[in-house]
């Protein structure tokens, strides 16, 4: 594994669940507070959808390359193994924060006053 990932990938790789969960959560976070605020009258309900279905496929980026990690862990030490499970279910807890500011973009409506 470590012949496949060089410099600081290698040092990274643990990580990828919980910056990817960040980088996707981010994403649709801000994308949709600035069409929620900036421009109600252009966004509705399909484009806060689409820009979380984009923050949950980084998100499950990060979060599967975590996982595949983990699954060899017994190449890997502890602190490192850890590192990965830790950070695959933080991307977890990312998806989940994502799908609810989905549901709250079907909810409530774009342009409220």
Do not use: N, Y
């Not at 410099?7 to 960040?22: E, F, K, M, T």
């Not at 900036?38 to 399909?46: K, N, T, V, W």
């Amino acid at each position: 594994m470590k012949r496949l990932l060089k410099g600081w990938g290698w040092h990274l790789a643990p990580w990828a669940g919980l910056i990817g969960g960040a980088l996707g959560w981010a994403l649709s976070h801000q994308v949709g507070s600035i069409l929620a605020q900036d421009r109600c009258q252009e966004s509705g309900p399909l484009t806060v959808l689409l820009i979380c279905l984009l923050g949950l496929v980084i998100t499950a980026g990060g979060a599967f390359f975590s996982w595949r990690l983990w699954r060899r862990r017994e190449d890997l030490p502890g602190t490192r193994s850890f590192l990965s499970l830790l950070s695959m279910f933080s991307a977890g807890l990312f998806a989940l924060a994502i799908l609810f500011q989905a549901l709250a973009g079907l909810i409530i409506p774009s342009c409220l006053g």
